[in-house]
């Protein structure tokens, strides 16, 4: 398989859950809820150019792109 060109990530909402079950899970022990208390993330890779393009137009912009955000060999959706 060849190797991917990309060279960064983007970091945003999970793709495969529901927003209630990745925001605000409570890791504490038993009794001390609300202490340690994590938000899951998912992590996407992208090209070169898409973050340059991220950096200058905000991500909300480059994820209403038509694109795949977990095939790593796709070409660039800018």
């Known amino acids: ?8 990530f983007c970091v945003f909402a ?5 927003r209630d079950d990745y925001l605000g899970i409570d890791v504490g022990v ?6 340690d208390v994590i938000n899951i993330q998912g992590m996407y890779p992208i090209h070169e150019v898409e973050r340059q393009f991220i950096n200058e137009h905000g ?7 038509d694109w795949e955000p977990t095939d790593v060999l ?3 959706a800018i």
């Open 1 to 8: 398989m060849p190797e991917s060109e990309m060279t960064a």
């Open 14 to 18: 999970l793709l495969v859950l529901d």
């Open 30 to 35: 038993p009794g001390h809820e609300g202490h």
């Open 59 to 65: 991500l909300e912009s480059f994820w209403k792109n």
């Open 74 to 76: 796709r070409r660039p």
